[in-house]
């Protein structure tokens, strides 16, 4: 009877020692996820991102990208996207608020033409810090990304 007890004892302080870990690292390690595609272009298929600047002041919330329809034919996509962060070589999804909503709206981007687009970062659950971070945005299959920096102003 007293092993049982024991037992549960040390299965117990193990447990509760695990969680006090885990809630003792820093907000911006916690519940990450890792992005599945770690490569992600910026010009694929005939069709391509840039943002209007490469470097952000951390104050600066909306981010401009530029789609460029190389191809023959025109594209569709709508107002989603999703923005990650490189810790030290590995990207990692940042999810937005649950609030948070885009609309489900059609556009087309037209053969040979290019159409700008802004992303607010205001709605990111965690506060945004200086790093490296990229805007990924979905035309059908194709994913393409566009990467930046924030840093301290």
């Not at 191809?71 to 990692?92: D, P, R």
Request: with cysteine; hydrophobic share 30%; net charge negative.
């Amino acid at each position: 009877m007293k092993v049982v007890l024991v037992s549960s004892i040390l299965l117990m302080i193990c447990f509760l020692s695990a969680c006090q870990e885990e809630s003792a690292k820093p907000a911006s390690e916690n519940n990450l996820i890792e992005a599945k595609t770690q490569e992600i272009p910026s010009s694929r298929d005939g069709l391509s991102l840039e943002l209007e600047q490469n470097d952000y002041p951390i104050t600066e919330k909306e981010i401009t990208g530029i789609y460029t329809n190389h191809t023959e034919q025109e594209l569709s996509y709508g107002k989603g996207f999703s923005v990650e962060k490189n810790i030290e070589g590995t990207w990692y999804y940042l999810q937005f608020n649950e609030d948070y909503g885009i609309t489900d709206e059609g556009h087309i981007l037209p053969s040979g033409k290019e159409v700008k687009e802004t992303y607010s970062l205001n709605e990111l659950e965690s506060a945004v810090e200086p790093g490296r971070y990229r805007v990924i945005k979905r035309f059908g299959a194709r994913g393409i990304a566009a990467e930046f920096n924030y840093s301290s102003p």
